[in-house]
């Protein structure tokens, strides 16, 4: 069965830090790009990140780009995402997501996707 299953969601103050991991089964994520699309409360998802299989581009959105790294472990089957210097902007729920595509294209057709973590950050 395949599956993206996302954690290490919660609450952090302003100007922390968490790391949220997604765990893919049923495939091999070496194979394909993965990234995280969030979506905050009354807003639209928005795409964040994506990180190409092999060396393929990895893209982020301008809103978190210089602050959240995302990083593929795929002896693990995993990708995290770092986040730093948090701000209340980013509160939302936070999805692991794939295209099934071996490159980003750009941060479009992340469809497929987990059941989201929660993150909250507090001023």
């Known amino acids: 069965q395949v599956q993206l299953v996302e954690s290490g969601g919660g609450l952090a103050q302003a100007g922390g830090s968490l790391r949220l991991s997604c765990a893919a089964s049923?495939?091999?994520?070496?194979?394909?790009?993965i990234g995280w699309v969030r979506q905050a409360p009354g807003k639209e998802s928005e795409p964040i990140s994506c990180i190409s299989s092999a060396d393929g581009p990895t893209y982020y959105a301008d809103s978190v780009k210089g602050r959240f790294t995302i990083i593929r472990d795929n002896d693990k089957n995993t990708v995290y995402l770092q986040m730093n210097s948090l701000t209340p902007e980013d509160t939302a729920v936070y999805y692991c997501?794939?295209?099934?595509?071996?490159?980003?294209?750009?941060?479009?057709?992340?469809?497929?996707r987990g059941q989201g973590t929660q993150v909250t950050v507090s001023s």
């Open positions: 997501a794939t295209s099934w595509y071996y490159y980003c294209s750009g941060l479009t057709a992340l469809n497929y």
């Open positions: 049923g495939f091999s994520l070496e194979n394909y790009s």
